[in-house]
């Protein structure tokens, strides 16, 4: 066993013992808005937003971005469990921001062993063999940081499947003070 599998399967020992009441909590979030954000570590979602568990959902993705499927998830949030407020927040600091398709397909076709960054940019050590298949992927990588939080909002704003009563803000959180920080064409586009 994973030393990582042994301290996440500790950590879950733990909290089952302090779980109380937890499991009474509904199904709809209680304060009904979800937020879309990054997988990235350094986020804490509930600390940024002063979550508890059961007030509100939290979709995550690689670079905060409104994919096909973070559509899918705000839908189902809306439509079958009552939010009525989005968040689309991106961060500084964002790995998004290090490379283009182009730059991941061609790491991906040499090796599926991870790569590093360096001075020349990313770099593939790997030994054994890559795929082809990225070529099919689109990444969803950026390269201004407020135009993606303003793109996303759009994209989910003129979503049809979207209704134009529930508003969508847009915000970057800093990785280095914790502070969200609005801009403001993400939240002229979100206007309900």
């Known amino acids: 066993m994973s030393s990582v599998l042994e301290e996440v399967l500790a950590a879950n020992k733990l909290y089952v013992q302090g779980f109380g009441s937890k499991g009474a909590l509904a199904l709809p979030p209680k304060r009904q808005f979800a937020i879309l954000t990054c997988m990235d570590a350094r986020i804490n979602p509930a600390g940024m937003a002063g979550l508890s568990e059961g007030d509100a959902h939290v979709i995550r993705n690689a670079g905060g971005r409104a994919s096909d499927d973070a559509i899918r998830s705000l839908v189902i949030s809306y439509k079958l469990l009552g939010t009525k407020e989005w968040f689309v927040i991106h961060h500084t600091d964002c790995g998004m921001m290090l490379f283009t398709d182009s730059v991941m397909r061609g790491l991906l076709s040499k090796s599926l062993e991870t790569a590093v960054i360096g001075e020349k940019g990313w ?54 003070t914790g502070k969200l920080i609005e801009v403001p064409k993400a939240m002229a586009a979100g206007k309900a």
């Open 123 to 176: 770099e593939d050590r790997g030994k054994t063999p890559g795929s082809t298949e990225g070529e099919f992927v689109n990444f969803l990588p950026f390269s201004n940081l407020e135009e993606s939080v303003a793109e996303d909002v759009r994209r989910i704003r003129n979503h049809p499947l979207v209704p134009k009563r529930i508003p969508i803000y847009g915000f970057v959180y800093d990785v280095k």
